[in-house]
């Protein structure tokens, strides 16, 4: 009798295990947003740009996916900032100095180590395009530690989804950015550590790296950007594949694009859409989400 419950007990134990793993999210079931609201940069038109505190700032306006540009530095480190080279327009020497625009490529991200980027200052600088963007000196983080700090600040809240883009291209490689291949396993390399995969979108201009990670890691939703004349089809005929996503130019958005995307069940979401009246009337197109420099607008 003892026996026959043990056994039993086994069995119920077994159930329950297969059970669990059969209810774990997979990374192709994590539901996305019916409509996605996305900062741009982390909605850099109010705070300094793919930095942590702009993309808490964008989790409590109440958005559903972080957008954020990353690098690799020199010390093969992924790093959360858009240029290829710091940028005299925002950011500042370590010993608080301008960067004179004669030194608009002295500092290459890709050529230096992360030590040395996280010294200098990103966010005490008024940006001059962005004159509602708050002024708080910070610094590039890696992309680990944003991951890190974003689930910690989300906690008991819905969670965000990742729009991460890769920041490289083919007459790049070697100077201001990795071979695709490289780049692609520094970036799942960290995604993977920190188990996000199921809520990361992975968004590119060079499809090199979409069509690596659509080969290699297939379970991860990828985002072909593109700013062009080319029709739908050329473009999807370019990447060789069926995106996820479409993130157009959004003055290259229109109801036929929006149409012919979804009867091909591909998602359109337009960049960079900034006032009111352009948010209003993309939405109007039946888009799938909008990434803007200023997300509080997209949630009025």
């Known amino acids: 009798m003892k026996k026959m419950i043990y056994m039993a007990g086994i069995t119920l134990v077994g159930l329950w295990g297969c059970k669990t793993m059969q ?42 996916t972080l957008e954020m540009d990353t690098h690799i530095s020199k010390d093969g480190k992924v790093v959360v900032t858009h240029d290829d080279y710091l940028s005299p327009a925002f950011m500042l ?14 500092y290459p991200v ?12 990103l ?8 004159p509602q ?31 991460i883009e890769t920041k490289c291209s083919a ?11 490289q780049f692609v396993k520094l970036l799942m390399e960290v995604i993977e550590a920190k188990g996000i995969s199921p809520y990361v979108v992975i ?8 069509q690596i990670l659509h080969k290699k890691f297939p379970q991860i939703r990828t985002s072909f950007l593109i700013d062009n004349k080319k029709s739908l089809q050329e473009n999807l005929d370019d990447l060789g594949f069926k995106p996820f996503i479409l993130s157009p130019a959004y003055k290259m958005v229109n109801a036929d694009l929006v149409k012919q995307c ?39």
Do not use: C
């Open 23 to 64: 209810n774990k999210p997979s990374a192709n079931k994590a539901e996305f947003p019916a409509f996605s609201t996305e900062g741009h940069r982390g909605g850099r038109g109010l705070m300094p740009e793919n930095t942590i505190i702009a993309m808490k700032h964008a989790i409590d306006l109440g958005i559903t």
């Open 93 to 106: 020497t370590p010993d608080g100095k301008e960067i004179p625009k004669s030194d608009a490529k002295k």
């Open 110 to 121: 890709y050529q230096m180590d992360y030590s040395q980027l996280k010294t200098f200052d």
């Open 123 to 130: 966010g005490t600088k008024a940006h001059a395009g962005f």
């Open 133 to 163: 963007q708050k002024k708080i000196k910070t610094y590039i983080p890696l992309l680990s530690e944003l991951i890190d700090e974003v689930q910690l600040y989300s906690k008991g809240k819905k969670q965000m989804f990742y729009n």
């Open 171 to 181: 007459k790049g490689d070697g100077i201001v950015n990795p071979a695709p291949e």
């Open 203 to 210: 968004q590119s201009f060079d499809k090199r790296t979409l």
């Open 262 to 300: 979804h009867e091909k069940q591909i998602r359109v979401i337009p960049w960079t859409v900034n006032t009111k009246e352009e948010i209003a009337a993309i939405k109007a197109l039946k888009v799938d989400g909008i990434i803007s420099d200023y997300p509080d607008l997209l949630l009025n």
